[in-house]
């Protein structure tokens, strides 16, 4: 029941004889000043505002002002203040706003903004639609700024879904956000081809230099491909030397396996470790995907995954 306040009906002061007073309801705790609120809101950070919606003219708390960091003024208006946010945010923005404002409803976004001195911010909405008799007049709310939690999650959801060795993408990524696109809206759209990768040589170079080196080699090998392939949807390691590259969506067949044989010359380039030069080569396999937009994923890896063991069988 946090948060709520009980009607307890009409109690007479008799009934209160023998009733600690800690046990008195809450509903005889006097409310909090609106003032008093606000200012314990801002004295955690946590900005509020009213953007007047006939006007777009704006009242802001001075945390409000220091999340922007805009001078405090009295004559600041919407118009100028919706320049800070990035595009995808203001798109955003004004998407869930307008709904809101035709629902007479409310919403809550994180949206990115750049601050006059050239600092980004993450910050978090919070508003709700108050109308008056002539429809929606106010959107009022909160503003916070979210930026350390932001980047403390963005740190976590790399951790979990990169590679530790390599820095790529990692299997399960590859997994969910490609093999099994066709059970969820995570595909890659427009996709052009899948190309695997293996290094050719990793076992003689543990077994002659060690792990560390093999190490050394799959690092390597994982910043040449994407050196190859900037343009790459996803470079990930799916294996203990096996590489994927999802690739946009090219017409030309010629130029792709261009690029990938382009790539291979630069995988097989020796790799300098500890005063040694380590020789690994580089053997692919790559699948089309049949159309751009719906393609079978697990049926592409598989194609992949039989034209690479074939080139290795070749070797």
Same mark, same amino acid.
């Given at each position: 029941?946090?948060?709520?306040?009980?009607?307890?009906?009409?109690?007479?002061?008799?009934?209160?004889?023998?009733?600690?007073?800690?046990?008195?309801?809450?509903?005889?705790?006097?409310?909090?000043?609106? #003032?008093?609120?606000?200012?314990?809101?801002?004295?955690?950070?946590?900005?509020?505002?009213?953007?007047?919606? %006939?006007?777009?003219?704006? #009242?802001?708390?001075?945390?409000?002002?220091?999340?922007?960091?805009?001078?405090?003024?009295?004559?600041?208006?919407?118009?100028?203040?919706?320049?800070?946010?990035?595009?995808?945010?203001?798109?955003?923005?004004? !998407?869930? !706003? +307008?709904?809101?404002?035709?629902?007479?409803?409310?919403? /809550?976004?994180?949206?990115?903004?750049?601050?006059?001195?050239?600092?980004?911010?993450?910050?978090?909405?919070?508003?709700?639609?108050?109308?008056?008799?002539?429809?929606?007049?106010?959107?009022?709310?909160?503003?916070?700024?979210?930026?350390?939690?932001?980047?403390? !999650?963005?740190?976590?959801?790399?951790?979990?879904?990169?590679?530790?060795?390599?820095?790529? +993408?990692? !299997?399960?990524?590859?997994?969910?956000?490609?093999?099994? +696109?066709?059970?969820?809206?995570?595909?890659?759209?427009?996709?052009?081809?899948?190309?695997?990768?293996?290094?050719?040589?990793?076992?003689?170079?543990?077994?002659?230099?060690?792990?560390?080196?093999?190490? =050394?080699?799959?690092?390597?090998?994982?910043?040449?491909?994407?050196?190859?392939?900037?343009?790459?949807? /996803?470079?990930?390691?799916?294996?203990?030397?096996?590489?994927?590259?999802?690739?946009?969506?090219? %017409?030309?067949?010629?130029?792709?396996? %261009?690029?990938?044989?382009?790539?291979?010359?630069?995988?097989?380039?020796?790799?300098?470790?500890?005063?040694?030069?380590?020789?690994?080569? =580089? +053997?692919?396999?790559?699948?089309?995907?049949?159309?751009?937009?719906?393609?079978?994923?697990? #049926? /592409?890896?598989?194609?992949?995954?039989?034209?690479?063991?074939?080139?290795?069988?070749?070797?």
């Amino acid at each position: 029941m946090d948060g709520h306040l009980t009607d307890l009906g009409r109690i007479d002061a008799d009934a209160w004889d023998g009733v600690a007073d800690d046990a008195l309801p809450c509903a005889l705790i006097p409310q909090p000043n609106p #003032a008093q609120i606000v200012n314990s809101l801002d004295r955690a950070g946590i900005g509020v505002f009213a953007c007047d919606l %006939r006007t777009e003219r704006l #009242a802001w708390t001075p945390s409000v002002y220091d999340i922007f960091g805009v001078t405090p003024r009295p004559d600041i208006r919407r118009g100028e203040i919706v320049e800070l946010y990035d595009r995808e945010s203001l798109e955003a923005l004004e !998407r869930v !706003r +307008s709904r809101a404002i035709e629902r007479a409803s409310g919403f /809550m976004l994180d949206a990115r903004i750049t601050r006059p001195d050239g600092a980004m911010r993450w910050i978090q909405i919070v508003a709700q639609v108050e109308c008056d008799s002539g429809g929606p007049a106010r959107l009022t709310g909160t503003k916070q700024d979210i930026t350390r939690q932001r980047l403390e !999650r963005d740190l976590l959801q790399q951790s979990a879904e990169s590679d530790s060795l390599t820095g790529l +993408s990692n !299997r399960a990524v590859f997994q969910s956000r490609f093999l099994d +696109s066709a059970r969820t809206a995570l595909g890659f759209r427009p996709l052009g081809a899948l190309v695997l990768f293996d290094v050719d040589g990793f076992k003689q170079v543990n077994d002659r230099f060690g792990h560390v080196a093999g190490d =050394a080699c799959l690092v390597q090998f994982g910043q040449r491909i994407r050196q190859a392939f900037p343009d790459a949807l /996803m470079v990930a390691r799916i294996g203990g030397d096996e590489f994927a590259v999802l690739l946009p969506s090219h %017409r030309n067949l010629q130029r792709l396996f %261009r690029r990938v044989e382009g790539a291979v010359a630069l995988l097989k380039t020796p790799i300098l470790w500890n005063d040694a030069l380590l020789e690994v080569g =580089a +053997s692919y396999g790559i699948a089309k995907a049949e159309n751009a937009i719906s393609y079978d994923a697990e #049926a /592409m890896f598989m194609r992949a995954d039989q034209a690479l063991y074939a080139a290795k069988r070749a070797r």
